[in-house]
């Protein structure tokens, strides 16, 4: 079984998130996973602006987010954000959101971003450096 790193973001759910209906407007789902991922970065090691300094950018190209239950204004919910290895020149991240209160599963999501130069070039292999951060997190050897 391979090692799984997870984090668990905290968020508030602000009122200019929420429609005239009191209920968080879908597109607000995409920063909550956005927010994840930052979190994820923060506490282990591998922010954005490692990659800037790497000269790569990691644009998401995928999003899937499948919505289970209705967020409220005011409701507190944990982001739970999982890396997903791969041998692939990409990143992948699971995602399942819950509500603080009642422990129900609001949405769970999965992204994909991949590595690219700042002219745009996709690249096919996973940089040096990111392949150092697998091996420093125990991810591989």
Request: charged share 25%; with cysteine.
């Amino acid at each position: 079984m391979s090692k799984k790193l997870t984090t668990t973001k905290r968020i508030r759910v602000r009122f200019n998130e929420v429609d005239s209906l009191g209920i968080v407007w879908h597109g607000h789902f995409v920063k909550y996973l956005e927010d994840g991922r930052e979190d994820f970065g923060a506490k282990h090691g591998l922010t954005y602006l490692d990659f800037k300094a790497n000269n790569f950018a990691i644009p998401v190209v995928k999003c899937d987010i499948n919505y289970k239950i209705a967020v409220q204004y005011g409701d507190e919910v944990d982001v739970e954000t999982t890396y997903h290895d791969t041998t692939a020149a990409k990143l992948v991240f699971n995602y399942r959101l819950f509500n603080i209160r009642t422990g129900e599963l609001l949405a769970t999501a999965k992204t994909i971003q991949v590595f690219t130069s700042f002219t745009r070039e996709l690249s096919y292999v996973e940089p040096a450096f990111f392949t150092e951060w697998r091996k420093k997190v125990g991810l591989i050897e």
